[in-house]
């Protein structure tokens, strides 16, 4: 995610921010004005944002003093500028409670704010670090107006005011919320990074004038969302901007592609990756701690593989004990300019590409806008993002949001840095709940009922799809974890201490949610025998993702029921090719021959072959633990199970 969220309490969380935050994440000297310590570490002053400043008597756009963010995120909750309302209420006559009252914006509270951290993708802030200065102004452009633009989503469809007994019930802060944005230049590596910190304040008027607090959970629980929006709308204001294009890259086999501008070389991503390489060396520690941990009785404390949530946290871990000091913030113009001469000396990119870098970016570009179009399908987006979010949620529930999250993501592949129409993502959200989601809520609670927290679940079943495999129990300790965690421990070569080897991870889930969409594609293309333009789309999104990740050619339901002919393999991977050429895809760039075709139509039934292998294997052990006879597997069985090659010319019941 490049959106980042934080609670901040007032107390030593606030002195935090208060410190180090408000000035480019430097060292605020002692006793320094808040606007001569800004200016010092070369950052600019922060900025109010939201619509409920015009309820406090504030602008969009005006400086953020420091007795201003005291008061609000500081003094648990207070107006900001509360010392001058309780200044005049004293002149006026009042007593010092009523004026300390007046000043106040409802209760007070300890949680008074939400840091949210805004990042664009790496691609973009190394054009803003790296280009000239038109074009370091119109990407922070675009990214200050994204910015806007998730604010004002989440004052519209997320924000609630909790009030009644037990927060039961909720309403929306009609007047918007309050906002204070810092911008920060670089990370503490001193590797360029462009991100700014919302201070987001949890205080908002309800309709009948009294102050409420903000629901945080509901802010927690959507952010994946208002990430998955900024990328979006970040991405397309920079290509529309500087005539650029974005592009599927794959950074860790098998997990999400991100969507990154075509034509800036991956060396610079990693010549800004110091501390990625830090995190991963402190990983691969910790997962060999975690596999060899053993309790006081000497038995193995977790299972011998780690788990996909497992290792995220790890993650966590590595990540903070790695993190370096923060550095004395400097001008941008200097910065920019030992950038410029790290990246020549030290990423291993020529002089030219950095010193042209928009001008290969645009070159880049023309061609991926020459080859692909912007081809939404709702109806066919609805289907792949339904069946993503069931696959990679536990036990196949979601909710409204996670929906939401996907089709964005989905939008930002298939568009490629263009930009959309306003309430495309709403729409396709509601096609997916509509047509492909069963309800399954039961609501015991008012916030039961609502929309954004209704629970659902897919119509169809994808039980065809190969399963999760299960780790099998931890090996002794004279043997291998499996490689394989369906297969069994293999015996540790002589002089070969534990946690030595290849640590095995659990599969990820991503891999199974692309192969859902294309079952569920082909399932429902075979029932309602659609072709056409439709197919076009299809063949067009598929070329949307890296080529690891394309699914087998559905079959032809025009040629259901007949046998294969000799010779045909040839013609069917030729239709293929032809298929995705006339629907202007790039298949030059993705390289798909016909050999390609078929590599990978092999790969995904040798993947299935091995997941009903596994599956035979655990019944047969099943099986031996019971008191009846076992019935030994004849080949034919295996051969009744294993799926049909996914040929055109060749039906779901053929060749039996």
């Not at 918007?176 to 910190?197: I, K």
């Not at 396709?428 to 047509?435: D, G």
């Not at 016909?594 to 995904?604: P, T």
Request: net charge positive; aromatic share 6%.
């Amino acid at each position: 995610m490049t959106v980042d969220i934080r609670v901040i309490r007032a107390g030593q969380m606030y002195r935090y921010y208060l410190r180090e935050t408000v000035v480019g994440d430097g060292r605020r000297p002692a006793r320094t004005p808040l606007r001569e310590a800004q200016e010092e570490a070369g950052v600019p002053a922060g900025r109010w944002m939201g619509r409920g400043l015009a309820v406090l008597g504030l602008t969009a756009g005006q400086e953020v003093t420091e007795q201003q963010l005291r008061n609000l995120f500081g003094e648990r909750g207070r107006h900001p500028d509360a010392d001058r309302i309780e200044a005049e209420r004293l002149a006026a006559g009042d007593s010092p409670k009523k004026a300390f009252k007046a000043g106040a914006l409802g209760r007070r509270v300890t949680v008074t704010g939400i840091d949210f951290v805004f990042r664009p993708q790496p691609t973009i802030y190394l054009l803003w670090a790296l280009g000239g200065d038109e074009t370091r102004r119109v990407i922070e452009a675009a990214h200050e107006r994204a910015i806007e633009r998730v604010l004002e989503w989440i004052e519209d469809e997320v924000a609630v005011i909790r009030y009644g007994k037990d927060g039961i019930y909720r309403v929306r802060p009609p007047g918007g919320l309050v906002a204070a944005r810092f911008r920060h230049y670089e990370a503490r590596s001193g590797r360029p990074l462009l991100h700014d910190h919302l201070l987001l304040s949890v205080k908002g008027q309800r309709l009948d004038g009294k102050w409420g607090s903000i629901h945080t959970l509901a802010l927690h629980e959507n952010t994946v969302a208002a990430s998955a929006l900024y990328n979006e709308l970040v991405a397309a204001e920079v290509c529309e901007a500087l005539g650029l294009a974005t592009e599927p890259r794959t950074v860790t086999p098998w997990r999400r592609p991100v969507m990154e501008i075509a034509g800036v070389p991956h060396e610079l991503i990693r010549w800004t990756a110091r501390r990625s390489d830090q995190i991963a060396a402190c990983l691969a520690e910790l997962e060999h701690e975690y596999v060899t941990a053993v309790d006081d009785d000497g038995e193995p404390r977790f299972l011998p593989v780690v788990s996909e949530r497992a290792r995220a946290k790890m993650n966590q871990i590595a990540a903070r004990k790695t993190r370096p000091p923060k550095q004395t913030a400097r001008p941008l113009a200097q910065l920019r300019a030992w950038w410029k001469v790290s990246a020549i000396l030290t990423s291993g990119v020529a002089v030219g590409v950095i010193n042209s870098l928009l001008e290969h970016a645009r070159a880049a570009a023309a061609a991926i806008r020459a080859r692909v179009a912007a081809v939404v399908d709702v109806a066919l987006a609805a289907v792949d993002v339904t069946a993503t979010v069931f696959v990679m949620n536990d036990g196949g529930r979601f909710h409204r949001r996670h929906l939401l999250a996907e089709v964005r993501r989905h939008l930002a592949l298939v568009l490629r840095g263009r930009r959309r129409d306003p309430g495309l993502d709403d729409r396709i959200v509601a096609a997916a709940i509509s047509t492909h989601c069963l309800d399954i809520s039961e609501p015991k609670t008012i916030r039961g009922l609502e929309a954004g927290y209704r629970l659902y679940t897919a119509r169809w079943n994808l039980s065809d799809l190969p399963a999760r495999r299960l780790p099998t129990p931890a090996p002794g300790p004279d043997r291998h974890p499996p490689a394989d965690p369906g297969e069994p421990a293999e015996p540790r070569p002589p002089g070969q201490d534990a946690g030595e080897w290849e640590i095995p991870r659990v599969p990820l889930q991503y891999e199974r949610a692309v192969l859902a969409g294309a079952v569920v594609r082909e399932k429902l293309r075979t029932a309602t025998a659609v072709r056409g333009p439709a197919y076009d789309v299809v063949a067009h999104q598929q070329a949307a993702i890296p080529e690891q990740l394309l699914a087998p050619e559905p079959a032809d339901p025009e040629h259901d029921g007949q046998e294969p002919e000799s010779g045909r393999r040839e013609a069917m991977d030729m239709k293929a090719l032809r298929a995705l050429r006339q629907s202007r895809t790039d298949i030059e760039a993705l390289d798909l021959t016909v050999e390609r075709l078929r590599y990978l139509q092999d790969a995904f039934t040798e993947a299935a072959d091995r997941a009903h292998t596994t599956m035979d294997r655990h019944t047969r052990r099943d099986d031996a633990e019971r008191p009846h006879p076992v019935r030994p597997v004849r080949p034919d069985d295996r051969q009744a199970h294993r799926p049909q090659r996914p040929d055109a010319h060749r039906g779901r019941d053929a060749g039996h």
